[in-house]
């Protein structure tokens, strides 16, 4: 059994790794006729690409694909690359002179964990063209190479986590990339990464500002539309704040993402938010302990 992001009917996961320099690119790649898709950005340092286009009153529905990616602004260049390998196969929004690929960009800042080097163009073509449907990778491979957590004192390792919620045939997947500046704590309140050092937090200065932000993308097969989408996205950042504390701090830039293949009926809203939250949680929770 596939308990990832890659078992929804629609998705495709794909990663590119710089083991050395600690950072790389995590690609998710819709089907053909594309996601319906939002986003909501609890943080106040996010660092995205296309980002606008996805609120609700936007008039473009579908995404093609997203990518999360290393290396602060620098590594937005990684979407240039999932762009060139959609436009290889004729996939993108339609327009008069030919398809124009949709393609979200959001990233972390892990400059400082590796050599200050960060994923270009060919990593993200690289990165979308290893996409499959076959259980994601995680820990330090792709975009979770180099996330840390507790930053507010020694960095500690964490990485990228996925997982599968259900309920009846109403399945939500989601995709983590872990890198806040708090600590990381399982639904039950151990503690998983970081220091558990209260004392310690709020005595801190100024720890890093726009160097931690926590990447999600949620998959839904059930049909909704782009108001739907960005309900389930707070959803997911209410999940974050129950396995990250603190969390949505002034130093996070926190992005929640939903896609929908559109693959299955529509579901009842509050089943979709709850299986939002515990995909969510468990992705977290996964990009440590795996």
Known sequence: MN?????????????????EARTGVTAILCHEAGCVASASFAGPSPGTR?????????????????????GSAMGLAAADGV??????RGVGHPTRMGPVPIVPA?????LLVGRPVWPDAEAGYLAAAAASDAPVAEGAVG??????????????????????????????GALAVVNPVG????????LLAGHGDREAWMHAADPRPEEQTTLVAVGVEARL??????????AGQAALARVIRPSHTPWDGDAVFVLSSMAAPEAPL???????QEAVEEAVVRSVLR
Do not use: C
């Open 106 to 110: 959001a990233v972390i800042y892990d």
């Open 270 to 276: 509050p089943v979709l938010s709850a299986l939002v």
């Open 225 to 234: 539309d782009k108001r739907t989408a960005r309900m389930l996205a707070e």
């Open 3 to 19: 308990p990832t992001l890659t078992a929804l009917q629609g998705f495709r996961v794909g990663h590119w790794t710089d083991p």
């Open 50 to 70: 296309e980002a606008a286009l996805l609120a609700p009153e936007k008039r473009v529905e579908r995404v093609h694909a997203l990518v999360f990616t290393g």
């Open 183 to 190: 600590d990381l704590y399982a639904p039950d309140g151990r």
């Open 143 to 172: 975009a979770g190479t180099g996330a840390t957590a507790g930053k507010y004192r020694e960095p500690v390792d964490t990485g990228l986590g996925s997982a599968l919620a259900t309920w009846l045939d109403v399945r939500v």
């Open 83 to 88: 762009v060139r390998f959609l436009l290889e």
